[in-house]
């Protein structure tokens, strides 16, 4: 036996996996080749100690991170469709989803209470123009409403009254006692927090 | 479109369902591939289902990572490795052939480049450090007699052979970790590393009989 052609079984003899024939033919060329003979021993201790080599464990957020990774990563199999569902894939989830629904629900009550009630709609209506009338229309009525509720409101009425009130008492101060008191007579501190401007008292 | 597969459907066909694994065998129509349990799994991928890739996943991440962890030496180099094998998994399973060899090795001949892409990319930067830096600490760690069997039941030991294995040339370091550390075939590794089944125990010869005189430079062998 060869050097070449002991090493070509030495992978096997080190390992144990060696018929006994063969076994014999390489142990006795080890016997008569140092050289051999000491790479086997290098082969067997390496081995014997790589055999016992505690294994090694990923941690766990590894897998995570890797599994984490699938959906977002996997190419798309057939195109258009695959990729549609891939881009579409985050407003699916069940917290957008239900936001967009709730959204959509707020919208609906608050034109339903402004009065834009769903109703037949005619290509004419479409029109840009008749569009942006409608919407000019509706911005107005809009704001006229609130206007309105807001001046109706008791406090504001409350308060404007009020104001009045304190203005014409300064306007008659100052009328009927130019020079006497030069303090016209404030009344006391005003409920609503609103002071009347300084300013006016002053001729 | 069923025009792209690359994976021929024959591949995935359950012979052994069909007829006993002796007679099939006897026959000749059960291949090597066929036998590959992964094939099922990797097809389910392939229609998009995630459940499937969780299972492919689950079912190497230990392997390739020991892998990565074994030839680089470094945890987080590994992880990071690991991660980027999974993800060029995801992209490029399509590119899988069934016929040319089982699902593993085509995994790991994957992360054996992505290895040597990394060796690569990191050699110049590692020329510039001292071949043997840890050497001085390790010598003065370990007793003047072997501590082979305390070292072996503990981290330490893990941390002594990875970074023995460094001091391996990566031709010889791929070689015997796959064969002494995750237990292929050689036919395996030679598939893996498409070299001949002879050069592969060749290399295996030699990485062992280089690695049993670093650790004994260290005094982790006698």
Redesign the interface.
Known sequence: MTCAELEALLCDYVEGALALPQRSLVESHLRQCPSCSALAADARAAFEFLRRAPAVEPPPELLTRILFQIPERVQSPSGLRHGLRAWLRPLLQPRFAMGMAMTILSFSMLGRFAGLGPRQLSPAELHPARVWQALDDTAHRAWERARKFYLSLRVVYEIQSQLREWSQQIQEAALSGTGTSPEPSLPAEPESGKRPNPGETEP | ?AGTLIIAPTAFVARPTRMSPASAAGSGLLTETSLDPDLAIVQRC???D?AA??QL??AH??RI??VC??FTGD?AE??DL??EV??RV??TL?SFRAGEGSFQVWLHRLTRNLLIDHYRRHRAHRATEPLDQQLPLLEERSGATSR?DSL????E??EQ?ASALQQLSPELREA?IL???EGME?REIAAVLRIPE?TV??R??R???E???I??RRR???
């Open positions: 479109m392939l229609t998009g995630e890739w969780e996943v689950k991440v230990r990572y020991a962890y074994r945890e590994a992880q690991t991660q999974f993800l995801f992209r399509r082979t072996l039941a503990g981290r030991a893990a052979l015997v064969r002494d550390l050689y002879g125990k060749s295996i010869n990485g062992r009989g690695l049993a005189r650790l004994r982790v062998l006698a």
